[in-house]
């Protein structure tokens, strides 16, 4: 099976574990998903033509044939198809298993006037068994029908709130679980790193804090990528050329009591969200002081300190207003030290920022990580996308005055 080999507090990994298992994974099946990366090559270039999208890399599509084949699920829950690249990897394995059930769930009713149901029947491959397909279209988090399921794949909105509904309604129903855009490579420091890792505190941040609190391990497809022979692969046509592995995978568990608390806290911390953006700011700063002082996890507190800035109250400014959280630094989560980031940088304080980045080299995070996380944090709010900015104003000035 995939190798569990990432640990998602400080995402440090075992960059051998788990190959042989991959190497089997290939050899067994290497035949049926050669064919269907060559049918899938056309197949999604016609998509591309259609302005559909297709965003799986290459890798992260055979492992998650791979995983389907290995685990031969009696029941597969998606979340969400879009226009039905992904689900031609698990129906496939699904196919090729001779057993199983896709239960497709999209929020997305037409595209360009096409009906959804129409979209992703058009998009799969002339060699799946459709009627293992299933697909409902509508709000998934309102929907009563989601089965318990022996595979679950998660590629829907990467909101923190939809995160906690996950978190706390599917995670414990599912066997396995495999999830699309949370962590990539790193840049030159090395390291694996959260995707989109500087639009605030999201899915990627909330799952791994997530599975930190359920004591889990997950993997990584950036992790293991360049561990795979590359003979292993060199039949496959290349669908997705330059796309990058986001995807990570882990088994299904039940919701520890602390998991489950930080599920009830974020909404509550939507809640606040939305009191500040209509203007109910006492109401709000009332909702912040219960979370900062009661006793959610200390990911919740800073999420609930890090709405102040949002807010207009930057530290040190309003110094009063931010409450002392104590942190046990050496114990420090790589999600943790971004909400801790997120303050500093939205304050506008490279002080705080400073003090945040010395003491987090305390911490067990991956060298690696940290660097990527602090040094561009750091960029940021020394205003050099600004200064690039300028000089690119400065440039076409220029240009435009000759």
């Not at 960059?15 to 269907?36: F, H, N, S, V």
Request: with cysteine; hydrophobic share 40%; net charge neutral.
């Amino acid at each position: 099976m995939l190798p569990l080999n990432v640990d998602p507090s400080t995402l440090r990994y075992d960059r051998k574990a788990g190959i042989p298992e991959i190497t089997d994974l290939y050899r067994t099946y290497g035949q049926d998903l050669r064919e269907l990366c060559q049918e899938l090559q056309s197949l999604r270039a016609g998509m591309l033509k259609q302005g559909y999208s297709a965003d799986l890399s290459d890798c992260e599509g055979e492992l998650l044939y791979l995983a389907v084949r290995a685990t031969a699920p009696e029941t597969a829950v998606e979340i969400s198809p879009c226009h039905g690249y992904s689900t031609n990897y698990i129906l496939a394995a699904l196919t090729h298993n001779r057993k199983g059930t896709l239960y497709s769930f999209e929020i997305q009713e037409d595209v360009a006037g096409r009906p959804i149901k129409e979209v992703i029947q058009d998009n799969l491959s002339r060699h799946v068994d459709q009627s293992r397909l299933k697909l409902s279209v509508g709000d998934v988090m309102k929907n009563e029908t989601i089965p318990a399921c022996d595979f679950l794949f998660l590629d829907s909105c990467h909101e923190a709130y939809f995160a906690a509904w996950y978190g706390a309604v599917l995670l414990e129903k599912a066997k396995f679980v495999f999830v699309h855009d949370l962590l990539i490579e790193g840049d030159s420091s090395g390291g694996i790193v959260p995707k989109a890792a500087f639009l605030g505190i999201a899915e990627q941040y909330y799952l791994l804090q997530t599975l930190h609190l359920n004591r889990q391990s997950c993997g990584s497809v950036a992790a293991i990528r360049h561990q795979i022979d590359p003979a292993l692969r060199e039949h496959h046509p290349i669908r997705n050329p330059g796309a990058g592995e986001r995807s990570i995978f882990f088994k299904g568990h039940p919701q520890s009591e602390s998991a489950q608390r930080l599920h009830t806290a974020q909404g509550r911390i939507e809640e606040i969200k939305k009191l500040g953006q209509r203007g109910f700011r006492d109401m709000a700063l009332e909702r912040i002081k219960q979370i900062t002082s009661g006793t959610e996890a200390l990911f919740s507190r800073l999420q609930a300190v890090a709405c102040l800035p949002q807010m207009g109250y930057r530290y040190p400014l309003f110094d009063s207003m931010f409450p002392h959280l104590e942190i046990n630094w050496k114990a420090l989560t790589v999600s943790e030290l971004v909400v801790l980031l997120e303050i500093a940088l939205t304050s506008c304080n490279r002080m705080f920022l400073r003090q945040i980045m010395t003491q987090a080299k305390k911490s067990s995070i991956d060298p690696g990580t940290y660097r990527y996380l602090t040094n561009h944090y750091y960029r940021m709010a020394s205003g050099e996308p600004l200064l690039r900015l300028g000089s690119a104003a400065r440039w076409l000035q220029n240009r435009v005055s000759r």
